[in-house]
């Protein structure tokens, strides 16, 4: 369970320079404001035609960055009018290189922030960046793409400053082997009594038909993927809830032991790898895909990670759901909806009608053409149109993979849902499919948006103490009585201090949920 922003060594490094004299002493420099008209010459600004120069730092998911002749990034500038110039920084070292570009004096006009890191949120509050929220009815197609549940989680003091790069908020569900369902004449679990008749007959009952006991039900890694998935089920609230007016940590809660002793009983029958407290991500992947378990709970697009199994075993099958019933019907913990958000520095944005360009940027990317872009690259190299819909060819799918998806990851703010209607693969059909069955049946997390101090210094730490006693008492280690001891210890370590200023934020929120 995450309880608050836990901040990089390079952001907590940070802390001690301190951003905010950074930005008060004028050390950041007015690099993008060059080639700009002077106030002055506001209304020849706005006349012009010239492509607006805009300089940004983003975060590159891959090993070698962009090109700035990029074909992608291209049909960005030409659709945008705007003349980019990104710098594209790795994602394993961006924090420690935002971290030296501030130091340096050399912000551009557009940044990327990962989280709320709170030498950030403390230079937004010294007024170093400039705020959004009260532009955004100016620009419908950005307005738009702003899901105001995340708006309200990524505001600081209540006033919007981040322009979010949307993402789903149905991040939970399970991905199985339906080849392996009908092998032995059952169907796809409805509730959590059948997904766990599932799971012990995937790995007793022989469903591969090989002869041998040797498949596991499910699989799990060591971040424990799927408990949220299970806890929904199991009726639980999303990190914290609303009890007799105050909110409250869930780990408190039945619901969240429930989910333990289901995690539990799967452990002691040997359902689940017993090794799930080591295992990665890939690592979980690359079992599925050997044909070892039959489903896994997380992410509903990971389903599209699979190609390697069905080239080991080409009659495999698979699908996906994010529907599984409880007390309250079939219900999903919200995800975030964000990942990493754009700033504008004042220091190098000086004026409104600079801000304003730069936000029509963002409005244009999020039209239904800079959609297109991004959801389906160029048409010709990456699709084709046949009755007004989008149709990829498989090769046109390898090259929309490997040369449109990073980029849209990085650049797009937007959740795409407005680009032109195609025919998509069947496995990427299958998970847009299952999350959006369960779009309005989300509980959210009625303390997102707030930061405090004892959660940010002292976040990372409450959380180990949670995660640790949570694989402990899964593993059978510890009992009821010693989870007692673990939440014991979680209060004593700063958690009731915690509680006690999410509270003081709630009391004061006039958008609480």
Known sequence: ???????????????AVSLVTAFSLGLIGCSGSAGTPAPGDKKASEESKEPFRITMMNQSVLAEPPRADDPIVKAVEKHTNTKLEIQWVPGSTYDEKLNATVASGQLPMVILVNGKP???????????????????????????AMNKDVLRNTAVDNKNYYI??????????????????????????????????????????????????????????????????????????????????????????????????????????????LDFAITTRVKNIDNVNKG??????????????????????PKAELDVSSTINGPQGAKVLMDSGWSG?????????????????????????????????????????????ENGKAKRTPEQDTKYASEVIHLQQAMQVSDGSRAMPGDMDKYTAKYKAAK???????????????????????????????????????????????????????????????????????AKDPNKK
């Open 118 to 144: 709170m030498p950030i949120i403390n230079a937004i509050r010294a007024g170093h960046f400039w705020e959004i929220g009260s532009y955004l009815k100016d620009y419908p197609n950005l307005e738009r």
């Open 436 to 506: 959006k069955a369960v779009a309005n049946n989300l509980v959210v997390n009625p303390a997102a948006a707030y930061i405090t101090p004892t959660l940010v210094s002292k976040g990372s730490e409450l959380n180990k103490i949670v995660n640790d006693g949570r694989v402990k008492y899964i593993m059978g280690e510890i009992d009821e009585k010693g989870w007692k001891d673990v939440l014991d210890k979680w209060t004593k370590a700063g958690g009731d201090k915690v509680i006690e200023e999410i509270n003081q934020e709630y």
């Open 341 to 385: 958000a754009f700033l504008i520095p004042k220091q190098s944005v000086k004026t409104e009608a600079e801000l304003k360009k730069i936000l029509a940027y963002f409005d244009k990317l999020s039209d239904e053409a800079g959609q297109n872009i991004f959801e389906w690259g160029l048409e010709g190299v990456h699709y084709t149109v």
């Open 1 to 15: 369970m995450v309880y608050g922003n836990s901040q990089s060594k390079h952001w907590r490094k940070l802390s």
């Open 164 to 273: 979010f790069r949307s993402r789903s908020l149905v991040g939970d569900g399970m991905i199985y082997r339906t080849d392996w369902l009908q092998s032995l004449g059952l169907k796809p679990p409805a509730n959590l009594d059948e997904l766990y008749n599932v799971i012990k007959a995937f790995t007793l009952n022989d469903p591969d038909k090989n002869g041998k006991q040797d498949t596991i039900g499910m699989g799990e890694e060591s971040s424990i993927r799927g408990f949220k998935f299970v806890m929904a089920a199991n009726g639980g609230g999303n990190e914290w809830e609303l009890k007799d007016g105050k909110l409250a940590p869930t780990t408190f809660t039945k619901p969240y032991l429930d989910t333990m002793n289901f995690y539990r009983r799967l452990y002691q029958e040997k359902l689940i790898n």
């Open 292 to 313: 070892l378990y039959g489903l896994r709970l997380g992410d509903p697009d990971f389903i599209t990670r699979h190609s390697e199994l069905f080239k080991i075993n």
